[in-house]
């Protein structure tokens, strides 16, 4: 039987049963006294809360979204260079490190972001992509779908991994089961390749901050590909004509190419997914405090109802004319 539910059995010393002689007032006082207090210490601590959790958002299947930090503003990021044709439109930061190259803008336009070039804040973008990727690379396999063509799939989250390459022939459809924090991780030894006119939905719940895809060579969507989900490759991105991301494209190393598309970073880059652990953590800090000062209240408490208790025990009865035998007496607990 647990500790603190065994508090309910737990003798409780009865003043009224004890004989209010000189001696047994001795008795009551070094013992029946602390031995209260520590029964309704241990009852407080019992009855207090469990404290809250808060550990990252994760998946029924242990899948987590990974801390995107300054690169979750990015529609585009690239590692060498980005070239555009025609006329292209992400909504999000645009951005390239350690390359300094970025051309077809305009035709092509960048609403709602900012252009980085080889600048400080782009290297710090690359820098926590890196951490984002190797987050992802290390997830646990909940269903290895080799060989398998991602068309034609209902999936709910969890961690899908591919240990050569991933091919996507008509609609994927990715079914968040209600649950608003949903993530689906995706994870390719190699390249990820999509279909003309190819697609990637989530329905119930959930949307494309919840989904990732980590890319162990290059990705290229086809044309009139409709993509959700943030790319993390670590070589090259190329989105071919037409094709449009829900979410985001990152490329480590190579580059980012573009043929009028549409990349939309959408609320992700304001409140993703992706940092709900970065929040949670900054409240776990602060729980502990909290805790203390409520501790701390609790045995404010203790010592006033002890001193409650003798002035009661002590009314009305006088030790006047009576020797104290017991001095030094230490009752046994």
Known sequence: M???????????????HIEMNNRSLRLAR???????????????????PAPESHASTNGALGESAPFLGTAKTYAVLAGSAVTNTNATTLAGDLGVDPGLAITGFPPGIVLGGTTHAGDAVALQAQTDVAAAYDVLAGEACSVDL????LGGLTLTPGVYCFSSSAQLTGDLVLDAGGRADAVFVFKTVSTLTTAS???????NGGGACGVFWQIGSSATLGTGTAFTGSILALTSITLTTGATVSGRVLARNGAVT???????????????????????????????????ADASAADASVPDAADASVTELDAGTSDAGSTDTDSGFTPTP
Do not use: E, M
């Not at 602390?34 to 207090?48: D, E, K, N, R, V």
């Not at 080799?146 to 063509?149: E, H, I, N, R, V």
């Open 146 to 149: 080799t060989g398998k063509d």
């Open 197 to 203: 006119n190819a697609s990637v939905r989530v329905i």
């Open 30 to 48: 070094n013992f029946a006294l602390p031995t209260l207090a520590a029964f309704g210490a241990l009852a407080f601590a019992c009855s207090a």
């Open 2 to 16: 647990p500790f603190c539910a065994g508090l309910s059995t737990a003798p409780i010393v009865q003043l009224s």
């Open 258 to 292: 573009l043929d009028q598309n549409t990349v939309s970073v959408g609320s992700c880059g304001a409140a993703a997914v992706a940092d709900a652990g970065a929040a949670d953590a900054a409240d776990a800090a602060v729980a502990p405090d909290a805790a203390h």
